[in-house]
């Protein structure tokens, strides 16, 4: 007998025992997944797989997970060793770049020995629909830097009060450091000590968050649209005023409509907030602005912080929607935002080494220049601005929310 012969009689002798040993057990590999009730757009999110092995000896697992379609990820698999009897947890990330309701499928594993010859499949149903909501992680972390007062950790500055706010609060006595101009003389009589008039922030002030859902805000950056930078940075201001005891609102406007939350003051109201902004999109139509000033003319009662939440890219676009803004200015005080060209930014601090390069570089820097006539424009005419990058909208956006407070402007 030759020596093929010997070697394709050894080869299919360990075939058989490898199919012996992977096909032996019923049910081989058990694994079951471990999702949030919901997702936070934007950011990472942990999916954890338990698994665990009825074989009696060690075999190398290749496991699937059938991730939704959205993140477009043709090759996903994790590799793990899993030993006689073991249960064993993997984890991974999933970073979502759309709101909506994303469908995962089955867990399969496929399971050989350390002979190598046969690859057993398991498919274990593991079919759910999980909803991706506005960032909810990023509302959580500054919701926690705010109640500890670290907000100056994350970026926040700190704001030197000017005066003192309106609203009183309490008499309590002096100590070494208040503010002698807070004496209350009469309190300091009855007493026969010192007492002190203490005052709080003003309270019940209306913050209203307002978005653009025209085609402006359907740029990318990172993954994420214009449009859901405002709507995770509007969840997070509307979190923020109510900790600090404001009423949040949202008003969203397009070509044809105006959709009001109205502004109101209790903890749960952020859910409210939360699920309006959770089936926002834009169309591909210019918004109309004075739907936009009817609707705040209709809804609002008072004047209120308006956060406007656009992006205008030329003199020209700005210019026709100035006279509703600055209508809407006399009545609140209105603070319109707008993005930054990042991706342009980056190519003006490159050096230019063609005649090409040269001609990209002067349109770069036209618009550049156009975005800071814009807010030169704006602040001209008694409107506040926040020209910022999309990453550190919310950051900017707090900081002014909590400079206009400081200031006793809102």
């Not at 959205?70 to 990330?93: A, C, D, H, M």
């Not at 919701?143 to 970026?155: F, P, W």
């Not at 003006?348 to 030169?376: C, G, H, M, N, W």
């Amino acid at each position: 007998m030759g020596i093929a012969q010997i070697s394709l009689i050894g080869i299919g002798a360990l075939f058989i025992l490898d199919l012996i040993l992977m096909f032996s057990v019923r049910n081989p590999v058990s694994a079951d997944r471990v999702a949030p009730n919901r997702l936070s757009n934007g950011d990472e999110n942990t999916i954890r797989l338990n698994l665990e092995s009825s074989y009696t000896m060690s075999v190398l697992a290749e496991v699937i997970d059938e991730i939704p379609h959205q993140f477009q990820v043709r090759n996903f698999s994790l590799k793990l060793v899993l030993n006689p009897g073991e249960k064993k947890s993997i984890t991974y990330e999933l970073r979502p770049t759309e709101r909506g309701e994303y469908d995962f499928g089955n867990i399969r594993v496929y399971a050989q020995s350390i002979i190598g010859l046969v690859n057993r499949r398991s498919t274990i149903p593991q079919h759910e629909v999980i909803p991706v909501y506005p960032s909810f992680i990023q509302m959580r972390k500054f919701e926690m830097y705010a109640i500890s007062n670290r907000l100056t950790d994350i970026g926040i500055k700190k704001i030197r009060r000017l005066g003192h706010t309106m609203e009183f609060d309490q008499i309590k006595e002096y100590v070494p450091g208040n503010d002698i101009r807070s004496i209350n003389w009469k309190a300091t009589a009855r007493s026969g000590s010192l007492m002190v008039n203490q005052y709080q922030d003003e309270r019940s002030q209306q913050v209203v968050n307002v978005i653009d859902m025209g085609r402006v805000m359907k740029m990318p950056f990172d993954g994420l649209k214009l449009l859901d930078y405002a709507i995770n940075t509007s969840l997070v201001i509307s979190n923020i005023a109510l900790i600090k005891e404001d009423k949040a609102g949202l008003l969203t406007f397009t070509n044809k409509e105006v959709t009001v939350v109205r502004p109101e003051k209790r903890r749960t109201h952020i859910q409210r907030i939360q699920e309006s902004l959770y089936n926002l999109d834009t169309n591909f139509l210019e918004s109309n602005y004075e739907r936009l000033l009817i609707g705040l003319k209709t809804h609002l009662n008072q004047r209120s912080l308006i956060l406007l939440y656009t992006n205008f890219e030329t003199l020209d676009s700005m210019r026709r929607q100035l006279p509703y803004l600055q209508r809407i200015a006399r009545d609140h005080l209105l603070v319109t935002i707008f993005f930054e060209n990042t991706e342009l930014s980056e190519l003006l601090k490159e050096p230019a080494a063609s005649t090409s390069d040269i001609y990209i570089k002067a349109v770069a820097e036209q618009f550049d220049y156009e975005k800071r006539q814009i807010v030169k424009e704006l602040n001209q005419r008694g409107i506040r601005t926040i020209l910022t990058p999309p990453k550190e909208l919310s950051v900017n956006a707090i900081n002014k929310y909590l400079e206009l407070k400081a200031r006793g402007l809102i």
